[in-house]
């Protein structure tokens, strides 16, 4: 179940892709690789093996960058989007697909996921729509959504994928 | 806008098109080299520079062009040229460029409009249309962007006619299944 929470107005999401952009990603995903012990992992790690995905370092088109507030963008943008939709989400950050890259069918399976308490998750579209920008998380689809509108997940682990079909690299905030 | 035209499954079936595909092994891989090749082997002015338009776009954008591929299967050549037949029936059109595509997973063919090199001459004999047809169950993280649209969790058998026949369009597949659609360019009876 994904829920549209309203469109966050109050800060300027040109500006802040553009600072982000003027930087380089703390790091370029998938960060865990085959061997960590993340709960979940082996699972959508044996399904992209099936399917015959491979990451840019293998040769495929697998790779998104990441970006952390505290690093790459400020902290004050995180307490300012918690502030306007009621939130006090921590983990936090924007997700950057460069057209033909990929962000395969997944879940966030994190270091720390065994003492996880289940949560929600939030998205939000901060780049105005662009031919080619898609996002799919459970059953739904998203294209074309207005800037700055933010979905609400039931779930944090809900399956969800990005690519970029388009012209122009794609900004994604994730929080949870 | 790409418009629903109707539904082929009871007419028309798709499993059976997909499993020839599936274990053909002479399908048309296409890449950005074969098409460059065949272009500029066979084309010339405009529909020369149409080629290397989309190219053009596709590099600009920054696109690793090995990245790009995709397999295109044909009626009467992959299977059976009935299936053709059925729908230009169904959609009252004489058949033109008929073929279905398959996109893997983690593979897009980016924005792009069909380049058709014998469009001038099939215009001369009357207008064009194109539709499309989702041939397969609908696959998680399988997806077809046409003109303003994203066509995703279509039920199997759909048909969508094209607002232009060179309406930009791009085919792109985040799943676990390969992605096949009919495409039918023709010229309407009517």
């Not at chain 2, 996109?103 to 004999?125: A, I, Q, S």
Request: aromatic share 14%; glycine share 8%; charged share 25%.
């Amino acid at each position: 179940m994904i829920k549209n929470i309203g469109i966050c107005d109050i800060l300027n999401w040109d500006k802040i892709i553009e600072d982000v952009s003027n930087t380089k990603p703390e790091y370029v995903g998938p960060s865990h690789k085959r061997g960590d012990a993340v709960p979940g992992l082996d699972e959508i790690l044996d399904m992209w093996n099936a399917a015959g995905y491979q990451t840019v370092a293998q040769g495929g088109t697998v790779a998104w960058d990441m970006f952390i507030p505290g690093k790459q963008f400020d902290q004050s943008i995180v307490d300012q989007w918690n502030d306007w939709y009621g939130l006090d989400c921590k983990n936090v950050w924007i997700s950057r697909i460069w057209p033909g890259r990929f962000a395969p069918i997944h879940w966030d399976a994190h270091d720390n996921e065994a003492n996880i308490p289940e949560c929600k998750r939030y998205h939000t579209h901060i780049g105005k729509p662009q031919w080619g920008h898609i996002f799919i998380a459970g059953d739904q689809a998203f294209y074309n959504v207005e800037q700055g509108t933010t979905y609400e997940w039931e779930n944090r682990k809900l399956w969800h994928a990005g690519t970029n079909c388009g012209t122009t690299p794609k900004y994604i905030w994730n929080a949870w | 806008m790409p418009r629903y035209f109707g539904n082929t499954k009871d007419t028309i079936d798709w499993n059976e098109v997909i499993t020839l595909c599936q274990v053909s092994t002479t399908g048309d891989r296409n890449t950005v080299t074969s098409v460059v090749d065949r272009s500029e082997a066979g084309a010339d002015g405009s529909l020369l520079n149409s080629y290397r338009d989309v190219i053009g776009t596709w590099e600009n954008a920054g696109y690793d062009l090995k990245d790009i591929y995709w397999y295109d299967y044909y009626p009467g050549e992959h299977f059976n040229i009935e299936v053709q037949n059925k729908f230009a029936e169904l959609v009252n059109a004489q058949p033109l460029r008929v073929f279905v595509s398959q996109v893997d997973p983690g593979r897009n063919v980016p924005y792009h409009w069909d380049v058709e090199d014998k469009e001038e001459e099939w215009l001369k004999e009357g207008k064009l249309k194109r539709w499309v047809c989702f041939i397969d169950k609908p696959r998680w993280g399988s997806a077809l962007i046409l003109e303003n649209k994203c066509l995703y969790d279509i039920e199997q058998g759909s048909i969508f006619e094209w607002d232009n026949y060179r309406s930009h369009h791009a085919g792109t597949n985040m799943g676990t299944y390969k992605q096949y659609l009919f495409h039918f360019l023709g010229r309407p009876n009517d």
